[in-house]
């Protein structure tokens, strides 16, 4: 046979043997082992994109975190200025109230001592009314006996009188 | 990686052409130097007869009782002639120049290395050729491969069906990176990743088949070492197949290219258009040759190797014939891998011509 030359029966072979070739294998390995391919290349792509998707969240998550701590720093250190702020205000108040309160207690003590003197002067007053009765009867019966004496009396009486 | 593949096709076809072209010359000097001392060793049908096809499988000839005996593997002939009809028979009727059935295995002359049918007629003997669809050894070489091929990818297949989407393992690790290769460097790179998918099985099909028919071409044990890619009928065959591919799935700008070639003035139209209908067919031709061409020369430099052993008629000429051989054997692995790129490369690029749109 020659090198050159097609021979009729081999092309024949070649063709039928090419296209059971290629249809078998296009059915039957071709289409599951692409799919396979790309279904197991998708997969990666979709683990590596989750990966990278989880890394960003993380990195929010932990922005996230410092903001919160940060807040939490800002309302104590809020809270604590509020508390010496409430701190200072009470004492102040409480001074306040206290120089109410002694004023108010010096004011009522005072009254009192008026009205204490106004009673002391009143039941004085009644005690000479008293003596004075007594004394004028004193008197009376002095006058009686000798007028010096009643004028002594009355004197000495006065005198004690003033006293009071 | 591409310097690296650059360089190793560089060195491969650099290395193939030196030492094809240095075994050429040897080849046929020693040729004309045994011409004159006659019988003995004939290198020229040495190698012929191994890189052409015949209808039965020569395995091996040995002596026996001073006699010289072929071990052959017969194979199925079949023939349909206008006189007989279709005829189905065993090369082995045939062997030894007898006649069967009024067929005869022409040895010399025309028709040498075909079947022809004696008919006689008023005692005048005519000669017919029958078509012949023979199971010859590329045939059944091809058909070999081609079961190989199928049970390779079958398999891979189930074990996909089987692993679903874990790693890549055994058979899958092996034939995973090549298929890759075909997909991503030829064709998602030459027909884009809009396009590529419909012609995929085309080109993986037509890679694997050459290199695994490349490759077993080079096991010289039966049932491999037929000379299927370096068959001319065979690369018709799978040239044909990328041109009706092409064909087929050419648009508009395409066929509008090859009617109305843009930038060439309208009055060369009767010679641009010829010029384009010829080059629709250079492309497949080019295809055909180049892969016959390259594995029919590597063969024959492996045989011309072997062949300058029982030229010098010296043992001593075997170590450094050996060494050429593996070396070549080397160089043929890489060839076959390589031809069958190149194959599937321009037929990608043929396809990727004609489904080309306006730009």
């Known amino acids: 046979m020659d090198l050159v030359t097609p021979g009729i029966g081999l092309i024949f072979w ?23 391919i790309k ?6 792509k979709g683990a590596l994109a989750s990966a990278e998707e989880a890394k ?87 006058e009686l006996d000798d007028k010096k004496e009643q004028q002594a009396l009355i004197s000495s009486s006065l005198k004690d009188l003033k006293l009071n | 990686m591409i310097n690296f593949r650059k360089f190793v096709v560089n060195t491969g076809w650099i290395l193939l052409f030196l030492f094809t072209s240095v075994n050429f010359a040897l080849a046929s000097e020693k040729e004309h130097s045994e011409d004159s001392s006659n019988e003995e060793f004939d290198a020229r049908s040495f ?5 052409k096809d015949s209808h039965e499988w020569h395995i091996a000839t040995y002596t026996s009782h001073g006699e010289e005996k072929h071990l052959n593997v017969p194979l199925p002939v ?33 028709y040498a290395g075909k079947i022809v049918e004696i008919t006689e007629s008023e005692g005048e003997e005519n000669i017919l050729i029958p078509l012949d669809f023979s199971i010859t050894k590329t045939v059944f070489g091809m058909f070999v491969s081609v079961i190989i091929v199928l049970w390779l990818f079958l398999s891979l297949a189930k074990s996909y069906r089987k692993s679903g ?7 899958q690790a092996v034939l ?14 030459i027909l884009g990743k ?42 018709l065959v799978l040239a044909v197949f990328t041109f009706i591919v092409t064909q087929i799935s050419g648009k508009k700008q395409y066929w509008k290219h090859i009617v109305a070639t843009p930038g060439v003035p309208f009055w060369l139209a009767p010679v641009m258009i010829p010029v384009e209908i010829i080059s629709l067919f250079t492309k497949p031709f080019a295809l055909m040759i180049r892969l016959f061409a390259n594995i029919v020369a590597g063969h024959m430099s492996l045989l011309t190797f072997i062949g300058l052993i029982f030229i010098f008629k010296s043992i001593y000429v075997a170590p450094g014939s050996i060494f050429f051989v593996l070396f070549m054997y080397t160089i043929e692995i890489l060839v076959g891998f390589l031809q069958a790129y190149i194959f599937t490369i321009l037929s990608a690029v043929f396809i990727g011509q004609a489904i080309a749109e306006e730009h």
Request: glycine share 4%.
């Open chain 2, 47 to 51: 190698i012929l007869d191994h890189v």
């Open chain 2, 194 to 235: 809009d396009h590529y998918e419909k012609y995929l099985p085309y080109l993986l099909s037509a890679f694997f088949f050459i290199w695994i028919n490349n490759i077993l071409g080079l096991i010289p044990v039966f049932p491999f070492g037929a000379n299927v890619t370096g068959n001319i009928s065979v690369t």
């Open chain 2, 78 to 110: 079949i023939l349909y002639s206008n006189n007989s009809g279709l005829s189905i028979f065993m090369s082995s009727k045939l062997a030894h120049g007898h006649t069967y059935k009024g067929f005869k295995l022409e040895e010399e002359g025309e």
């Open chain 1, 39 to 44: 279904s197991r290349e998708e997969r990666i």
């Open chain 1, 56 to 142: 960003e969240e993380m990195k929010k998550l932990k922005a996230d975190n410092e903001v919160i701590i940060k807040e939490a720093k800002d309302e104590r250190n809020k809270l604590l200025q509020e508390a010496r702020e409430i701190k200072s205000q009470m004492i102040e108040d409480a001074k306040a109230q206290a120089g109410i309160e002694s004023k108010k207690m010096i004011e009522s003590a005072k009254l009192k001592i008026e009205s204490e003197k106004d009673a002391a002067v009143s039941e004085i007053k009644k005690l000479v009314a008293v003596f004075s009765v007594d004394i004028a009867e004193k008197i009376l019966k002095k």
């Open chain 2, 165 to 171: 989407v874990s790693e890549p393992k055994g058979l």
């Open chain 2, 176 to 189: 995973e990176p090549v298929v890759l290769f075909v997909r991503d460097d030829i064709a998602k790179l």
């Open chain 1, 14 to 36: 070649q063709v039928i043997a090419f296209l059971v070739l290629l249809f078998v294998l296009k059915k039957y390995a071709w289409k599951p082992v692409l799919n396979a």
